[in-house]
């Protein structure tokens, strides 16, 4: 049966979410939590959670799912080593490198891939059970046929968001927050500036979206496989994580659920299931007066949903009341027994105990994780037990079938020693130059200069007859879900006309690169912002990789000083905010627009600042207006072992390069991206 995930921002969450009846529950770490501005858990707390949770047999996920630099790495081993000794039931990881610390540390650790892994077609989700991942937590921008693919044909289990805020974003590529604010949300900090005001002709609010709710096709989902739902809020109240349970629950069991009562809890202009149903029309939305007025409400209400523990167990109990012997009380449930011993039961003064008598003693459970299933006694004539004893005898059968309980869910990991990672002592020489275009002229302009050493260029712009396949790296659609056997068979056509090289966006990407024999060119979008993260990309396949945007200048140095395998930056170009499925142009599907004279090309900020759109068939671009230079930092830039112009609307691409080979300043208005400033 597929388990119900709440997310514990808290104590009172989590006992909100274990009394209504969730299967499991996810929560943060102190340090390494998708959601540091939730309360989180110190170790104390989390053993005190874990406790509470394995009892009533409720497993507890532990996230450590942000992505971490070289200097976090000490604090992160012992993170991890608290929690594997705390009994977590598993991590939820983004960073391959923290996913490969944890399987040298903790073995025997179940691993879960975060959604903001971006996994989002079969090819990713099959890699990430070899690479010994046993669950995968799949896009809140699938839809239901999609999710169903995945989950038939897979080996491991999946994951499915069922109700909570909805990011505009493919999960784990938005780079919004940290570009225009400096709290990267994929480290945990996510300033939500997609519920900024960006307008579109007259239209507001264009990248903001309802919260997501398909808690009403459970049972669809269910039937389909999926292991596990999963509530979004950590940030949100007890009463919010009790209703959203209870929902669900109710789907499970037959029952009809109460969406009215949890679109007053909260929402951003009632629910969409867009995604899951493939309609992109009617997604938009914010948090209105209206949503705010019809909380207290509906929270007071939500709270006499967990005053009380959640029934977990049937148990068993039979008693033996003989004559001349002590009383004998035997408790079973969850595969676990207790026996408990009383006193010798006396001879009736008055009126003695019966069958019956004992029987409706020993069957009071309330406010207990029990309920009574078969209760039986068997009963010697003419005697008597006080019904204090019986009570006492019931309450210690009941503690000892707990503390085996908690026993049984406890997991003894063993812990071993991490290895010590080899570092690359060679200098590194002059860094190559290569470049990524979007257009056809571009492309024309580039394969006339030598300097490139490599040219990235999407794969609908190649053929048979391009120049120079073998400078040329194919850079495929970064959305997957609904193209994935498209993709494959195209890049299997380029590689019969002699093409070698293709850009990995992905786990997914990896997957059908190295499958076809190809070259695997890591993208940004892999998100490498450590050196345990790179190795590990490199015993997978990886030749060589771009470094994420969000470290800065020397973090990326260091990275790229200590590895064997080419490494990278973005060294000029407009930088991506985020890639969506749905576009906030057309307010529906993307439609690859980019060329019509109709689509305005880009959304528009508060202060009147033009944000490129490029829009293909599957997925819309938003670009930071201000282009990224760093022509004039060349003490900086020839560290490593190659740079990428990533050109989008340039119709000179030679100027450019030439700034860079001579050194030359920018003019006007620009920006260093992240490289001096860093992130939160």
């Given at each position: 049966m597929s388990e119900i995930l709440a997310p514990c921002g808290g104590m009172d969450s989590l006992i909100a979410a274990v009394n209504s009846g969730a299967d499991a529950v996810y929560l943060g770490e102190e340090n390494f939590s998708a959601r540091k501005n939730a309360s989180n858990f110190s170790n104390e707390q989390l053993c005190e959670a874990i406790k509470l949770c394995h009892y009533s047999s409720v497993k507890v996920y532990v996230t450590l799912n942000t992505l971490v630099f070289d200097k976090e790495i000490p604090t992160l081993k012992k993170a991890i080593i608290s929690c594997a000794k705390a009994d977590v039931d598993g991590f939820i990881v983004q960073d391959l490198g923290v996913a490969r610390i944890v399987k040298e540390l903790v073995p025997d650790m179940p691993l879960h891939a975060s959604t903001q892994m971006t996994v989002n077609s079969p090819e990713g989700a099959r890699l990430l059970k070899r690479l010994g991942f046993s669950r995968v937590v799949l896009g809140r921008e699938l839809s239901f046929e999609q999710i169903k693919t995945i989950t038939e044909g897979c080996d491991i289990e999946t994951e499915v968001f069922v109700h909570g805020a909805l990011c505009v974003c493919i999960s784990g590529q938005c780079y919004m927050s940290s570009v225009l604010g400096g709290r990267s949300g994929n480290r945990g900090l996510c300033a939500q500036p997609c519920r900024l005001?960006?307008?579109?002709?007259?239209?507001?609010?264009?990248?903001?979206?309802?919260?997501?709710?398909?808690?009403?096709?459970?049972?669809?989902?269910?039937?389909?496989?999926?292991?596990?739902?999963?509530?979004?809020?950590?940030?949100?109240?007890?009463?919010?994580?009790?209703?959203?349970?209870?929902?669900?629950?109710?789907?499970?069991?037959?029952?009809?659920?109460?969406?009215?009562?949890?679109?007053?809890?909260?929402?951003?202009?009632?629910f969409t299931s867009g995604y899951f149903n493939d309609n992109f029309a009617d997604m938009q939305g914010v948090r209105t007066k209206e949503d705010v007025i019809s909380a207290p409400k509906a929270l007071t209400a939500m709270k006499q949903l967990y005053h009380k523990p959640y029934v977990r167990y049937n148990v068993n109990i039979s008693a033996e009341i003989k004559a001349d012997k002590p009383v004998l009380i035997r408790a079973e449930a969850c595969g676990c027994k207790a026996v408990i011993i009383g006193n010798e039961s006396e001879k009736a003064i008055n009126k003695a105990i019966d069958e019956e008598y004992v029987v409706k003693q020993l069957s009071k459970l309330g406010g207990t994780l029990f309920s009574a299933g078969k209760i039986t006694a068997a009963v010697d004539e003419g005697l008597m037990v006080p019904a204090s004893e019986l009570n006492e005898l019931r309450r210690k059968a009941i503690a000892s079938l707990s503390e085996k309980i908690l026993e049984k869910n406890t997991n003894n990991y063993e812990i071993k020693r991490l290895k010590e990672q080899k570092q690359n002592s060679e200098k590194k020489l002059r860094p190559e130059f290569r470049?990524?275009?979007?257009?056809?002229?571009?492309?024309?302009?580039?394969?006339?200069?030598?300097?490139?050493?490599?040219?990235?260029?999407?794969?609908?712009?190649?053929?048979?007859?391009?120049?120079?396949k073998f400078r040329i790296v194919i850079v495929p659609p970064v959305f997957l879900g609904d193209c994935e056997e498209r993709v494959k068979a195209t890049l299997k056509k380029l590689r019969a006309f002699g093409y070698e090289n293709v850009c990995a966006h992905t786990l997914s990407h990896i997957e059908i690169i190295n499958k076809l024999h190809m070259k695997v060119f890591g993208s940004f979008r892999l998100n490498i912002t450590n050196s345990c993260s790179l190795t590990y990309y490199e015993q997978i396949g990886v030749a060589d990789a771009?470094?994420?945007?969000?470290?800065?200048?020397?973090?990326?140095?260091?990275?790229?000083?200590?590895?064997?395998?080419?490494?990278?930056?973005?060294?000029?170009?407009?930088?991506?905010?985020?890639?969506?499925?749905?576009?906030?142009?057309?307010?529906?599907?993307?439609?690859?627009?980019?060329?019509?004279?109709?689509?305005?090309?880009?959304?528009?900020?508060?202060?009147?600042?033009?944000?490129?759109?490029?829009?293909?068939?599957?997925?819309?671009?938003?670009?930071?207006?201000?282009?990224?230079?760093?022509?004039?930092?060349?003490?900086?830039?020839?560290?490593?072992?190659?740079?990428?112009?990533?050109?989008?609307?340039?119709?000179?691409?030679?100027?450019?390069?030439?700034?860079?080979?001579?050194?030359?300043?920018?003019?006007?208005?620009?920006?260093?991206?992240?490289?001096?400033?860093?992130?939160?």
């Open positions: 005001n960006f307008t579109s002709d007259k239209r507001q609010n264009v990248i903001s979206l309802k919260d997501l709710s398909v808690i009403e096709y459970l049972k669809k989902l269910e039937e389909a496989g999926v292991s596990s739902f999963k509530i979004e809020g950590r940030m949100k109240r007890p009463e919010y994580v009790a209703g959203t349970v209870n929902a669900c629950r109710m789907v499970l069991d037959g029952g009809v659920p109460d969406l009215e009562s949890l679109k007053c809890v909260f929402s951003r202009s009632g470049c990524e275009v979007s257009t056809k002229e571009q492309l024309t302009q580039v394969l006339s200069e030598d300097e490139y050493s490599y040219i990235y260029v999407p794969m609908n712009l190649l053929d048979e007859n391009t120049e120079d771009v470094l994420s945007p969000e470290l800065t200048m020397q973090d990326a140095q260091d990275i790229c000083k200590g590895s064997f395998i080419r490494t990278g930056i973005i060294g000029y170009g407009k930088l991506p905010l985020m890639i969506t499925r749905r576009c906030p142009i057309n307010n529906n599907k993307p439609c690859g627009r980019t060329k019509k004279k109709d689509c305005p090309h880009s959304i528009t900020d508060r202060q009147g600042n033009m944000m490129p759109c490029y829009c293909d068939d599957n997925a819309v671009e938003i670009f930071n207006p201000d282009t990224l230079y760093l022509s004039d930092r060349q003490k900086d830039i020839q560290k490593f072992d190659f740079i990428l112009l990533k050109f989008t609307d340039e119709t000179d691409t030679n100027a450019v390069l030439d700034m860079y080979l001579n050194d030359v300043k920018p003019d006007g208005k620009l920006t260093r991206g992240l490289y001096y400033r860093g992130v939160q």
